[in-house]
């Protein structure tokens, strides 16, 4: 994983200069810009925020800072780009739990709200979620797995990284539309779910490629489906693992999870515009494309903010059906 890292963080990309020229070439950015990532260092969303502060360094001539804020599935670091100066000096790389799920996890604790508190920019990429079993165990396909637990109810279990994040909500799903009893069993925080997972303790997890995709290549774990209605053919390794269209079609299943960039509500509009520009011309090179897909992730961006914001708006509907039908709460 560390040599991932520092692939990623190594390489270079020329591209032109969107700062302006003259006088009031200083007005925006006139300093260091944060960008907070609202997780643990070495993560995804780490990963993709370092990425992109790389890249948008060259292009609007002043640095670009990764802060990590972690805690709260992600609640922390976003409320304290909700309550920083909004002069677009402080953004935060967020994701669809923070800006659409959480929001119906905590429902009496959310310190603020995603649409009121945050003014959109852009999507920069999106993902799905992986399963995989333990290869010691018998299963060599996604039915054999789902005809055992309804054979044995209760007897498979499944790790994730938490209550109410991605890997929880896609199994429970799942079993939902399966019509089979498979006992989740949360940790805190995807490292050791993993852990467990190669000792034997638990059978299988759903969670995010990075964190997977090495044992799966190594041989430790068997990857037996995406959680995206389609599958992920552009990751090595995975062009022959299902997607959930293919293995429950009439399910309609899609774990599409997504990252994205949102300042402050109230900072100024010219401003947005400017990082809105930078940001989408970072995210549609071929180096930040070329450098997600290992990782399980697509590019993609949004053509204005305004399309972003009403993206975001259509997407809390999803996951309020999603999080409601799953029961989970945080709080």
Known sequence: ?????????????????????GAAAQAFPSRPVRIVVPFAPGGAV??????????LQPL??????????????????ADVVAKAEKDGHTILLGTATILAANKFLFRRGMPFDPIRDFAPIT???????LLVVNSQRPWQNFGELIEFARRN??????????T??????????????AGVDITHVPYRGGGPAITDLL???IDMMFDVMPALMPHVREGRFRALAVGSADRVDYVPGLENVPGMRELMPQAGIDMQSWYAVTAPAGTPADRIATLHRAIVQVVRTDDFRERLQPLGFKPIWDETPEAFGAYMRSEEQVWQRIVEASGATLE
Do not use: C, W, Y
Not at 46 to 55: C, H, M, P, S, V
Not at 123 to 129: E, I, L
């Open 153 to 162: 109810p209760g007897r498979v279990t499944m790790g994730s990284s938490g």
């Open 60 to 77: 609007l001539g002043q640095q670009f800072l990764v802060e990590n804020r972690g805690g709260a599935g992600g609640n922390l670091g």
């Open 199 to 201: 000792a034997g303790s």
């Open 1 to 21: 994983m560390i040599r991932r890292r520092h692939l990623l963080l190594g390489a270079s990309l020329a591209v032109p200069s969107l700062a302006p020229r």
């Open 123 to 129: 999507r920069v990429s999106t993902g799905t979620v």
């Open 46 to 55: 780490d990963i993709t925020g370092r990425l992109l502060a790389e890249k």
């Open 164 to 177: 109410g994040t991605a890997s929880h909500l896609t199994i429970s799903a799942v079993s939902r539309a």
